[in-house]
């Protein structure tokens, strides 16, 4: 049957393709331009690498989520219970980078829009659904702790929202539906007249999901308009506003019941930005301030039961570049971070370090301020040592003060050795990560099982710190061929943890956890066939000293394919992987990983061009796992099979 409804979604798009062009005589040649997977490797000033995926690659995946926008990106792992939507913050829904990102309550990575925070403040670790992709440019994967970037993580991504850079407007709509009752509508506009630029974008996604409570329903809508003051200031202001609901359908090695299968997360947020920039001729930056609220409130969940959760985070982010003398370059800033909120459960009610004789009690409570404060400066320079190689050291040091932890400094250093096709680099950081909200917070959802406020050590903690060490190669074989590699390691030293034997109220946080070491490979490669074909090719390789890390597969290979055949686009992604740990990495000293086998997973899209709806319009239908395979990303939650979507996208 499922092979049938494939069928007959391809019938529909080339019948509906063959109507359109009925009358056309000869068919255009048009060059992709498009890299298929991920857009480009980036070595910053400061030989820092980061992955750049565009919104033409999210395009090409059929991706409706950034999980799904980032799943063949090399050293990235995504977990997730549903085809549609992210249950919670845990291994229902996350992206992990070369192993960091697994860790809860709190982690190591963290997720921003156009610069700003964004992700749940009160459990410190990313929620994907917050984070929509229509009305985003581009996705930038920082695979490292980078501070002359941002703080506070062992690495992060920041979506860029679209906007104009001509005159004129320019728009974009996207409508799909397909297996499972999926259904999308996504729209985006950007434009610009004189001194002012514009975009807006909105976006709806629904799926009933494969199997029961496995449905999605995400809403989403956010804008950003400029204005050129002068010649050199500017200034902007934007917002974003997020509705999700997605449910658990459980683990389907266990019967579905009330403590598997039947729970609810909502989720939303709100983000308002403003900011002033200037760009004179050596010197340029931009202030901006922010203000988030958000909630995640779970129901039925077979952990928390009905457990609520409101954040709010306000800030700011002050960044300064300045070109001192010739070649040379200097940066220097101020982020400041406040996270707020409440939380409400079960057990909330309860004093923090009564046993209660197993007494739980309902309640709310209110969460003390977390500031974090860093200030950050670094500085390049290239230096020519031939007529053929240039060469850049670099260094700098990010600063850090918080109200609750100790101050630490986190220097790094780097170099490149540049010539016309080659970069050679390397890069040491010494990171922190700082314990938030989660600390307080645990020991006021579980408050039974803790030591009262003073003995639990939930403010006497340290930060985690992650010594990276990273060298690699860029090199531009031909103008047509291209190949990255490089070669990492960190060092996780002082992991914030915390032991409770639940049948006492004896809970403690502490950096007892064992220092554990994860290196690894990660190699790219890109080569243009022809004017109408791509390949790209990626391969991870990791290990770690502490074999209980969670979404770590030892190897993953990913191989993407894009070109045309007449007027028909083809994009075809493929990424095998081997066997991992898939539960999350619980902060908890009791945590027990569970396994989860290797897999290979296909999908194709294929597109016909309809230029009579507008210039680069088309009809399209998206496979995934082409190959109907058995897969799971976590535990017991088998994605779906063979499925599809047929879709129409409309530009002017």
């Given at each position: 049957?499922?092979?049938?409804?494939?069928?007959?979604?391809?019938?529909?798009?080339?019948?509906?393709?063959?109507?359109?062009?009925?009358?056309?005589?000869?068919?255009?040649?048009?060059?992709?331009?498009?890299?298929?997977?991920?857009?480009?490797?980036?070595?910053?000033?400061?030989?820092?690498?980061?992955?750049?995926?565009?919104?033409?690659?999210?395009?090409?995946?059929?991706?409706?989520?950034?999980?799904?926008?980032?799943?063949?990106?090399?050293?990235?792992?995504?977990?997730?219970?549903?085809?549609?939507?992210?249950?919670?913050?845990?291994?229902?829904?996350?992206?992990?980078?070369?192993?960091?990102?697994?860790?809860?309550?709190?982690?190591?990575?963290?997720?921003?829009?156009?610069?700003?925070?964004?992700?749940?403040?009160?459990?410190?670790?990313?929620?994907?659904?917050?984070?929509?992709?229509?009305?985003?440019?581009?996705?930038?994967?920082?695979?490292?702790?980078?501070?002359?970037?941002?703080?506070?993580?062992?690495?992060?991504?920041?979506?860029?929202?679209?906007?104009?850079?001509?005159?004129?407007?320019?728009?974009?709509?996207?409508?799909?539906?397909?297996?499972?009752?999926?259904?999308?509508?996504?729209?985006?506009?950007?434009?610009?007249?004189?001194?002012?630029?514009?975009?807006?974008?909105?976006?709806?996604?629904?799926?009933?999901?494969?199997?029961?409570?496995?449905?999605?329903?995400?809403?989403?809508?956010?804008?950003?308009?400029?204005?050129?003051?002068?010649?050199?200031?500017?200034?902007?202001?934007?917002?974003?506003?997020?509705?999700?609901?997605?449910?658990?359908?459980?683990?389907?090695?266990?019967?579905?019941?009330?403590?598997n299968g039947i729970a609810r997360n909502t989720s939303s947020v709100q983000l308002l930005t403003a900011s002033i920039a200037h760009d004179h001729e050596n010197w340029k930056g931009e202030f901006k301030v922010f203000t988030t609220q958000g909630k995640n409130n779970l129901t039925d969940d077979p952990t928390w039961g009905t457990f609520n959760t409101n954040f709010k985070i306000t800030g700011f982010k002050w960044k300064e570049e300045f070109v001192p003398w010739n070649n040379a370059q200097i940066i220097a800033g101020i982020d400041q971070d406040d996270i707020s909120g409440d939380i409400y459960g079960s057990k909330v009610g309860g004093t923090?370090?009564?046993?209660?004789?197993?007494?739980?009690?309902?309640?709310?409570?209110?969460?003390?301020?977390?500031?974090?404060?860093?200030?950050?400066?670094g500085v390049n320079q290239k230096f020519n040592i031939s007529e053929q190689w240039l060469f850049q050291p670099s260094t700098g040091v990010r600063y850090y003060y918080s109200n609750h932890y100790d101050a630490k400094a986190s220097p790094h250093a780097g170099f490149q050795f540049i010539s016309s096709n080659i970069t050679v680099f390397g890069n040491y950081v010494q990171a922190y990560l700082y314990p938030g909200a989660e600390t307080y917070a645990l020991t006021r959802a579980m408050p039974n099982f803790f030591y009262a406020d003073g003995s639990n050590g939930w403010n006497s903690i340290n930060p985690t710190q992650d010594n990276h060490s990273?060298?690699?190669?860029?090199?531009?074989?031909?103008?047509?061929?291209?190949?990255?590699?490089?070669?990492?390691?960190?060092?996780?030293?002082?992991?914030?943890?915390?032991?409770?034997?639940?049948?006492?109220?004896?809970?403690?946080?502490?950096?007892?956890?064992?220092?554990?070491?994860?290196?690894?490979?990660?190699?790219?490669?890109?080569?243009?066939?022809?004017?109408?074909?791509?390949?790209?090719?990626?391969?991870?390789?990791?290990?770690?000293?502490?074999?209980?890390?969670?979404?770590?597969?030892?190897?993953?290979?990913?191989?993407?394919?894009?070109?045309?055949?007449?007027?028909?686009?083809?994009?075809?992604?493929?990424?095998?992987?081997?066997?991992?740990?898939?539960?999350?990495?619980?902060?908890?000293?009791?945590?027990?990983?569970?396994?989860?086998?290797?897999?290979?997973?296909?999908?194709?899209?294929?597109?016909?061009?309809?230029?009579?709806?507008?210039?680069?319009?088309?009809?399209?239908?998206?496979?995934?796992?082409?190959?109907?395979?058995?897969?799971?990303?976590?535990?017991?939650?088998?994605?779906?099979?063979?499925?599809?979507?047929?879709?129409?996208?409309?530009?002017?």
């Amino acid at each position: 049957m499922r092979k049938d409804r494939i069928a007959l979604a391809v019938a529909v798009v080339c019948s509906c393709s063959n109507l359109v062009f009925a009358e056309e005589q000869t068919l255009k040649e048009v060059v992709i331009t498009a890299s298929p997977v991920i857009e480009s490797n980036q070595i910053d000033g400061f030989s820092s690498y980061s992955t750049s995926v565009s919104s033409e690659q999210i395009k090409d995946l059929g991706a409706l989520d950034l999980a799904a926008g980032l799943r063949m990106t090399p050293g990235v792992q995504i977990s997730r219970y549903n085809e549609v939507g992210s249950y919670n913050g845990n291994a229902g829904g996350a992206v992990h980078i070369r192993g960091m990102g697994a860790s809860r309550p709190g982690s190591e990575i963290k997720t921003y829009l156009d610069g700003v925070p964004l992700y749940m403040g009160i459990w410190n670790h990313p929620l994907m659904d917050l984070l929509p992709i229509n009305g985003i440019q581009s996705i930038d994967v920082y695979k490292s702790a980078q501070p002359q970037v941002n703080g506070n993580n062992f690495g992060s991504i920041n979506l860029t929202s679209k906007r104009a850079n001509l005159e004129g407007v320019v728009g974009e709509s996207n409508f799909s539906a397909g297996s499972f009752s999926t259904r999308t509508a996504n729209a985006n506009l950007v434009g610009k007249k004189d001194d002012v630029d514009y975009s807006i974008a909105a976006g709806y996604i629904s799926s009933a999901g494969d199997r029961s409570n496995s449905d999605g329903n995400l809403k989403n809508a956010m804008g950003r308009i400029g204005m050129k003051i002068n010649s050199s200031w500017s200034s902007t202001a934007s917002f974003l506003s997020v509705n999700n609901e997605v449910g658990d359908p459980g683990d389907s090695r266990y019967a579905i019941s009330s403590t598997n299968g039947i729970a609810r997360n909502t989720s939303s947020v709100q983000l308002l930005t403003a900011s002033i920039a200037h760009d004179h001729e050596n010197w340029k930056g931009e202030f901006k301030v922010f203000t988030t609220q958000g909630k995640n409130n779970l129901t039925d969940d077979p952990t928390w039961g009905t457990f609520n959760t409101n954040f709010k985070i306000t800030g700011f982010k002050w960044k300064e570049e300045f070109v001192p003398w010739n070649n040379a370059q200097i940066i220097a800033g101020i982020d400041q971070d406040d996270i707020s909120g409440d939380i409400y459960g079960s057990k909330v009610g309860g004093t923090v370090g009564n046993l209660n004789g197993y007494t739980f009690i309902s309640g709310t409570a209110d969460l003390p301020s977390f500031k974090i404060i860093s200030t950050y400066i670094g500085v390049n320079q290239k230096f020519n040592i031939s007529e053929q190689w240039l060469f850049q050291p670099s260094t700098g040091v990010r600063y850090y003060y918080s109200n609750h932890y100790d101050a630490k400094a986190s220097p790094h250093a780097g170099f490149q050795f540049i010539s016309s096709n080659i970069t050679v680099f390397g890069n040491y950081v010494q990171a922190y990560l700082y314990p938030g909200a989660e600390t307080y917070a645990l020991t006021r959802a579980m408050p039974n099982f803790f030591y009262a406020d003073g003995s639990n050590g939930w403010n006497s903690i340290n930060p985690t710190q992650d010594n990276h060490s990273e060298i690699g190669l860029s090199w531009d074989i031909t103008n047509k061929s291209k190949l990255d590699v490089s070669v990492f390691s960190d060092e996780i030293k002082d992991r914030y943890i915390y032991t409770v034997s639940y049948s006492a109220a004896d809970g403690l946080w502490s950096n007892s956890s064992s220092n554990y070491r994860i290196s690894g490979l990660e190699l790219s490669a890109k080569h243009e066939i022809s004017n109408l074909w791509k390949i790209f090719a990626g391969f991870t390789y990791l290990d770690s000293s502490l074999s209980t890390v969670p979404f770590i597969p030892k190897t993953s290979f990913t191989v993407g394919v894009n070109g045309q055949v007449d007027n028909y686009k083809i994009s075809l992604d493929a990424q095998t992987q081997s066997s991992m740990y898939s539960t999350s990495q619980d902060r908890s000293s009791t945590y027990a990983p569970t396994y989860v086998d290797g897999f290979t997973v296909a999908n194709i899209r294929v597109a016909r061009q309809l230029e009579t709806l507008g210039k680069n319009s088309e009809m399209y239908l998206m496979v995934n796992n082409l190959f109907d395979k058995s897969y799971a990303y976590t535990t017991g939650y088998t994605m779906p099979g063979r499925n599809a979507r047929i879709g129409l996208i409309t530009r002017f």
